[in-house]
T-cell receptor, first 112, second 115 residues
Framework: EPEVTQTPSHQVTQMGQEVILRCVPI?????FYWYRQILGQKVEFLVSFYNNEISEKSEIFDDQFSVERPDGSNFTLKIRSTKLEDSAMYFC??????????FGPGTRLTVL | AQSVSQHNHHVILSEAASLELGCNYSYGGTVNLFWYVQYPGQHLQLLLK??????LVKGIKGFEAEFIKSKFSFNLRKPSVQWSDTAEYFC?????????????FGQGTTLQVKP
């Protein structure tokens, strides 16, 4: 069964450093998403991406964040200058239409 | 603004007990409704979904949920839980009118089933 994959599973970085989180969505899916979950809190929507552009973003998704689909398979989330409060689990998801989303296993980001 | 509320944060049951996890949402329009499960160390998996039609939906592993429009609720049920149902359960909604599919999640319910 096709699945969404994410790398790395755990990323540790120093405050102020740039990180890139990688995702490979399911191959025939058209909609791509990033969510995050700070420990003990809700899963929060960050951004949706369709047709090579951002279709919606949350207030959390400020200028420090960017997304890219650099080739036909990868979907990346970049945080330019990480803050302590960016420490969270980041989930990538994809969907064929804008309804049922399939989630990856997540990347745990720890900012020191 | 859309919001989702799950009534129970932590539920502990013995095997064979019945389960009901509450979920209420706040949104003025028509929604799609979902329950996701996250087993320890694994990713979010879809348990069941409601888009339209019969408000009683059946999902995987014997779970079901009932959409009650008048109560803005979508409670998850299972008649007899197993130890393997130990997991975190998330209710989520998106607006049917949305062309992005953004999901709004509840805070999650941790279910612990004692053998």
């Amino acid at each position: 069964e096709p699945e969404v994959t994410q790398t790395p599973s755990h990323q540790v970085t120093q405050m102020g450093q740039e990180v890139i989180l990688r995702c490979v969505p399911i191959s025939n899916h058209l909609y791509f998403y990033w969510y995050r979950q700070i420990l003990g809190q809700k899963v929060e929507f960050l951004v949706s991406f369709y047709n090579n552009e951002i279709s919606e973003k949350s207030e959390i998704f400020d200028d420090q964040f960017s997304v890219e689909r650099p080739d036909g398979s990868n979907f990346t989330l970049k945080i330019r200058s990480t803050k302590l409060e960016d420490s969270a689990m980041y989930f990538c998801a994809s969907s064929e239409l804008s309804n049922e989303q399939f989630f990856g296993p997540g990347t745990r980001l720890t900012v020191l | 603004a859309q919001s989702v509320s799950q009534h129970n944060h932590h539920v502990i049951l013995s095997e064979a007990a019945s389960l009901e996890l509450g979920c209420n949402y706040s949104y003025g329009g028509t929604v799609n409704l979902f329950w996701y499960v996250q087993y320890p160390g694994q990713h979010l998996q879809l348990l069941l979904k409601y888009f339209s039609g019969d408000p009683l939906v059946k999902g995987i592993k014997g779970f079901e949920a009932e959409f009650i429009k008048s109560k803005f609720s979508f409670n998850l049920r299972k008649p007899s839980v197993q130890w393997s149902d130990t997991a975190e359960y998330f209710c989520a909604v998106n607006a049917r009118s949305s062309n992005t599919g953004k999901l709004i999640f509840g805070q999650g319910t941790t279910l612990q089933v004692k053998p």
